[in-house]
């Protein structure tokens, strides 16, 4: 296992107070502008602008690509010609109205950074100015990509957008973390394999016939076909798995009719796949489809499924997950990371790990024995500014090894 000397620990750590608050600034910046998918302009400006301040002190300077709508890169090249390791940060908001009583609490009425997007990216920031001044070969041995992702939220995503405008050309492996309330400041956790699972939109559109109420026979039944899929679905789906792959269907939506004496013609359910089986997630439209047109059939209506596929599973790789946990393990000195269990959620973190090696970790963002932390996507969410720094310095102890 490789070390990080004594002498590196204590620069990295003295060069991320210095630079503490500057990062700060940037995350309080960001937060009060926040920006939804590919409209991210003035927050891509932002850290443009910041990152060019480091360039007039650092020991090597960033060379900073803007992509073609949102987002940037940024290199440091300390060995040309080298394979780069990369840390990438979202920068989007979500479309959520934030009910904090921050000083730099949003400005744009509906958006938020409720997710800390702004975290992460002012996180990777500050690995960068603590890389920037580490930057020789005899401390960094890597060159390092700087990678701040537009759209995370939104799919299609950025990060495939960003891919297919070469950001992973050259990269050897990328690493991200993501804000996770349910872990205090100064706490990482980490899994090897998926972290977290693949996630797909579904929007069903029953039709029938329509009809009154006192004469039912003469037309489908439109409603009890909606409840028949919204309530048989999800259970029929699971029992024709293998119950070792996890697999969730959950309906968020239901709509249908307009008064109580009238079948209506048209009916419609969203709901939202989940599994953490990557082999699940390849059957999974085609499954739910047959079911549904199966269902309606029965019912003498019909049904069209509208899958919108989402985001494969995000699978750390056990020599990314082993580099995690030394960096952990040596920068801070607390013992080993925590273990994490497989989250439902979705992360299009996934598609890099597709191409490249690499891992996600979680980050602890709450203040132990706080009456309340609030969970992600909530308008009250407010992490801690110190994960910043811990995050940073994570990162760079990956760097350094």
């Given at each position: 296992?490789?070390?990080?000397?004594?002498?590196?620990?204590?620069?990295?750590?003295?060069?991320?107070?210095?630079?503490?608050?500057?990062?700060?600034?940037?995350?309080?910046?960001?937060?009060?502008h926040?920006?939804?998918?590919?409209t991210?302009?003035?927050?891509?400006?932002?850290?443009?602008?910041?990152?060019?301040?480091?360039?007039?002190?650092?020991?090597?300077?960033?060379?900073?690509t803007?992509?073609?709508?949102?987002?940037?890169?940024?290199?440091l090249?300390?060995?040309?010609?080298?394979?780069?390791?990369?840390?990438?940060?979202?920068?989007?908001?979500?479309?959520?109205?934030?009910?904090?009583?921050?000083?730099?609490?949003?400005?744009?009425?509906?958006?938020?950074?409720?997710?800390?997007?702004?975290?992460?990216?002012?996180?990777?920031?500050?690995?960068?100015?603590?890389?920037?001044?580490?930057?020789?070969?005899?401390?960094?041995?890597?060159?390092?990509?700087?990678?701040f992702?537009?759209?995370?939220?939104?799919?299609?995503?950025?990060?495939?957008?960003?891919i297919?405008?070469?950001?992973?050309?050259?990269?050897?492996?990328?690493?991200?973390?993501?804000?996770?309330?349910?872990?205090?400041?100064?706490?990482?956790?980490?899994?090897?394999?998926?972290?977290?699972?693949?996630?797909?939109l579904?929007?069903?559109?029953?039709?029938?016939?329509?009809?009154?109420?006192?004469?039912?026979?003469?037309?489908?039944?439109?409603?009890?076909a909606?409840?028949?899929?919204?309530?048989?679905?999800?259970?029929?789906?699971?029992?024709?798995?293998?119950?070792?792959?996890?697999?969730?269907?959950?309906?968020?939506?239901?709509?249908?009719?307009?008064?109580?004496?009238?079948?209506?013609?048209?009916?419609q359910?969203?709901?939202?796949?989940?599994?953490?089986?990557?082999?699940?997630?390849?059957?999974?439209?085609?499954?739910?489809?047959?079911?549904?047109?199966?269902?309606?059939?029965?019912?003498?209506?019909?049904?069209?499924?509208?899958?919108?596929?989402?985001?494969?599973?995000?699978?750390?790789?056990?020599?990314?997950?082993?580099?995690?946990n030394?960096?952990?393990?040596?920068?801070?000195?607390?013992?080993?990371?925590?273990?994490?269990?497989?989250?439902?959620?979705?992360?299009?973190f996934?598609?890099?790990?597709?191409?490249?090696?690499?891992?996600?970790?979680?980050?602890?963002?709450?203040?132990?024995?706080?009456?309340?932390?609030?969970?992600?996507?909530?308008?009250?969410?407010?992490?801690?500014?110190?994960?910043?720094?811990?995050?940073?310095?994570?990162?760079?102890?990956?760097?350094?090894?």
């Amino acid at each position: 296992m490789n070390e990080i000397t004594t002498d590196v620990r204590s620069a990295i750590l003295n060069l991320s107070t210095e630079h503490f608050e500057t990062a700060v600034q940037l995350r309080r910046q960001i937060h009060k502008h926040p920006e939804i998918g590919f409209t991210e302009f003035k927050t891509t400006d932002a850290i443009i602008a910041a990152l060019e301040s480091v360039n007039e002190h650092a020991k090597k300077k960033f060379s900073i690509t803007r992509f073609d709508k949102t987002g940037l890169m940024a290199d440091l090249v300390v060995t040309p010609g080298e394979k780069f390791i990369a840390f990438r940060g979202d920068i989007d908001a979500l479309p959520i109205e934030e009910k904090t009583d921050l000083a730099f609490r949003s400005e744009h009425q509906g958006i938020s950074h409720s997710c800390g997007h702004d975290i992460h990216a002012a996180s990777v920031f500050l690995a960068g100015c603590i890389l920037s001044h580490l930057a020789d070969t005899s401390t960094l041995k890597h060159n390092v990509r700087l990678v701040f992702q537009p759209a995370e939220e939104v799919n299609p995503s950025g990060a495939k957008h960003i891919i297919a405008q070469g950001v992973l050309e050259n990269v050897q492996s990328i690493y991200a973390v993501h804000c996770d309330p349910m872990l205090d400041v100064g706490q990482i956790g980490t899994k090897f394999g998926a972290i977290t699972s693949a996630t797909d939109l579904i929007r069903i559109t029953v039709s029938g016939n329509g009809g009154h109420t006192s004469r039912a026979h003469l037309a489908g039944d439109l409603i009890y076909a909606l409840s028949l899929i919204a309530s048989n679905t999800p259970s029929i789906l699971r029992s024709s798995y293998d119950v070792r792959e996890a697999v969730t269907l959950n309906w968020g939506k239901i709509e249908a009719g307009y008064i109580d004496n009238v079948i209506p013609r048209k009916g419609q359910l969203w709901g939202t796949f989940r599994t953490t089986s990557a082999t699940a997630w390849k059957e999974a439209k085609e499954r739910i489809t047959k079911l549904v047109e199966a269902i309606a059939e029965q019912c003498g209506v019909s049904a069209s499924v509208e899958y919108k596929v989402g985001v494969p599973p995000t699978i750390n790789s056990e020599e990314a997950t082993t580099r995690m946990n030394n960096a952990y393990e040596q920068m801070f000195r607390r013992g080993k990371p925590i273990p994490l269990q497989q989250s439902l959620g979705g992360e299009d973190f996934s598609w890099y790990l597709r191409e490249v090696d690499g891992g996600m970790a979680r980050l602890g963002v709450s203040l132990a024995n706080a009456e309340a932390n609030s969970d992600i996507h909530q308008p009250d969410f407010n992490p801690n500014e110190e994960s910043i720094k811990v995050a940073a310095e994570f990162f760079a102890g990956i760097a350094v090894l």
